[in-house]
């Protein structure tokens, strides 16, 4: 069973809503990556947080943020929610920066209306 | 901005045959292509992985198959079974960069039926 618990399951909002997904690692995991993945296609890198800081981004615009906290737990924050935005959103931890050794969510599944 | 490249986009296999998903990649800083399995409603869990400094990898069923000169690689299952119906994604990073950012290829959905 994963080590990484992601809230809420599934979400639906409105268009120019915000919303914030949170994420909860195993502990010790002190690197978290957020990805969107829509329907039929794989994960898209949104950002990495290593110790509380963010040390790499994809291309996603501003409005979509993130936080890490101490507790080995994150959020993902989007504002202004776009209909393009409805997707899978996964949470993968991992205990350091070492290549490829993540253990993704379940995911949250958000739907923009 | 796809830098994996994934073939086939579906893929049908009889019980105890052998299924093969084909993905190449563009960056030559790549170093590090794992392979995830994501069934339905749940998120990518690794297989398995391979660095380019080998041309083959097996972990049980599954073998990966490295050609760093073509930049491609496979995964092949052997004796698929019905529990292997999942979707399929390779994927690259470069561990030399300052952070790990998984590139993910489109994913390839697997259904071996009985």
């Known amino acids: 069973e994963t080590g990484v618990t992601q809230s809420p399951t599934h979400l639906i909002k409105t268009r120019g809503q915000q919303v914030t997904l949170r994420c909860s690692s195993q502990?010790?995991?002190?690197?978290v990556s957020w990805y969107q993945q829509a329907l039929g296609q794989g994960p898209q890198f949104i950002f990495q947080?290593?110790?509380?800081?963010?040390?790499g981004r994809g291309n996603f615009p501003p409005r979509f943020s993130g936080l890490q906290f101490p507790n080995y737990s994150s959020e993902l924050n989007v504002n202004a929610l776009e209909l393009d935005d409805s997707a899978l959103y996964l949470c993968?931890?991992?205990?350091?920066?070492?290549?490829?050794?993540?253990?993704f969510g379940s995911g949250t599944r958000l739907t923009v209306v | 901005q796809q830098q994996v490249k994934q073939s086939p986009q579906s893929l049908i296999v009889q019980k105890g045959g052998i299924s093969i998903i084909n993905c190449a990649y563009e960056?030559?800083?790549?170093?590090?292509f794992p392979w995830y399995q994501q069934f339905p409603g749940k998120g990518p869990a690794l297989l398995i992985a391979?660095?380019?400094?080998?041309s083959e990898k097996k972990e049980g069923r599954f073998t990966i198959s490295f050609n760093k000169s073509a930049k491609q690689f496979s995964l092949h299952i052997m004796d698929s079974q019905p529990g292997d119906s999942a979707t399929y994604f390779c994927?690259?990073?470069?561990?030399?960069?300052?952070?790990?950012?998984?590139?993910f290829g489109p994913g390839t959905s697997l259904s071996v039926i009985p």
């Open positions: 391979i660095r380019p400094d080998v």
């Open positions: 994927a690259a990073s470069s561990g030399g960069t300052s952070y790990d950012k998984v590139i």
């Open positions: 960056n030559t800083a790549f170093d590090y």
């Open positions: 502990s010790g995991h002190n690197t």
């Open positions: 947080y290593y110790r509380e800081e963010e040390n």
């Open positions: 993968a931890s991992s205990s350091g920066l070492l290549v490829g050794g993540y253990t």
